[in-house]
């Protein structure tokens, strides 16, 4: 009779097991984005180039080597991974904050921590001297 071990009765053989060639070179930082997008979004290469209509080796390529890509393939990566082409090209700017920037951002955080009694009283006074800012330039 043959041992069967109960660690692995439930998963596949190569279930966490990497598949293919290990690369001689490295991801370009455009291959790497690519890459990190295609494997959050649970897909192998062979089910993007499918999707893509190119064949596996031009999508791994992609993935690999600093190559062009027409920019219909770029919108269409982008459907097919859900994620922006700007992210995909590295050319996602960062998000704009509102409000005040600086000095003035520190004085406003520290304020929104106050009881709102006190935030009130300070906001009245910040109030006060741009109305009369505002007075003072139309005069």
Same mark, same amino acid.
């Given at each position: +009779?043959?041992? *069967? ?11 966490? +097991?990497?598949? $293919?060639?290990?690369?001689?070179? @490295? ?39 600093? *190559? $062009?890509?027409?920019? @219909?393939?770029? !919108? ?15 050319? !996602?700017?960062?998000?704009?904050? @509102?409000?005040?920037? $600086? ?13 709102? $009694? ?6 009245? +006074? *910040?109030?006060? +001297? ?5 007075? %003072? %330039? !139309?005069?």
């Amino acid at each position: +009779m043959q041992a *069967v071990s109960p660690n692995i009765s439930d998963r596949p053989y190569n279930g966490v +097991m990497n598949t $293919g060639r290990p690369s001689k070179s @490295d991801r370009s930082a455009f291959g790497q984005r690519l890459y990190e997008a295609r494997e959050l979004k649970g897909l192998s290469l062979r089910q993007v180039a499918e999707e893509l209509e190119v064949p596996l080796n031009t999508y791994a390529n992609w993935e690999r080597r600093n *190559v $062009g890509i027409k920019p @219909d393939y770029l !919108a269409a990566l982008s459907r097919i991974l859900e994620v922006q082409t700007e992210e995909l090209v590295g050319a !996602a700017t960062p998000p704009k904050k @509102d409000g005040p920037t $600086g000095k003035a951002r520190k004085l406003f955080e520290e304020v929104s921590k106050l009881p709102r $009694g006190q935030q009130q009283r300070i906001l009245a +006074m *910040v109030e006060d +001297m741009l109305i009369a800012q505002e007075a %003072k %330039k !139309a005069s």
